[in-house]
């Protein structure tokens, strides 16, 4: 099995962290989708780990919570009836801070 430059990893995180899909990554990176897909999950994993050793004992007097909508399997029209898709809610402090603190997924309901 070939490993990746640090360079070339670097372009296909830079690449994904600027919005483009997977899709859009394979030709521009020239490199598999199972690559990107595989390179994808060991990057979460490291900032999953990366997160819960440096972000602790933290005093925030002000955070701000935000919101990203999200469908997951259908689009709203679809859904049954008092179903709908997750909302991922990043919770962030205000500055200097600047890093996410957590993040949540919750069930967005739609009201009677």
């Avoid at 483009?20 to 900032?47: E, W």
């Avoid at 997750?86 to 500055?95: D, F, Q």
């Amino acid at each position: 099995m070939r490993k990746l430059s640090a360079e070339k990893r670097a372009a296909i995180i830079s690449a994904l962290v600027e919005g483009n899909s997977i899709n859009a990554t394979v030709p521009m990176c020239d490199v598999s989708k199972i690559t990107v897909l595989r390179l994808l999950a060991d990057f979460g994993t490291f900032c999953a780990q990366h997160h819960n050793v440096y972000v602790r004992g933290l005093h925030s007097k002000r955070v701000q919570l935000d919101e990203i909508w999200s469908f997951c399997g259908c689009k709203d029209k679809e859904v049954p009836q008092g179903a709908g898709g997750p909302w991922p809610l990043p919770c962030i402090p205000c500055k200097p801070l600047g890093c996410s603190v957590a993040l949540a997924i919750a069930c967005r309901f739609r009201s009677a």
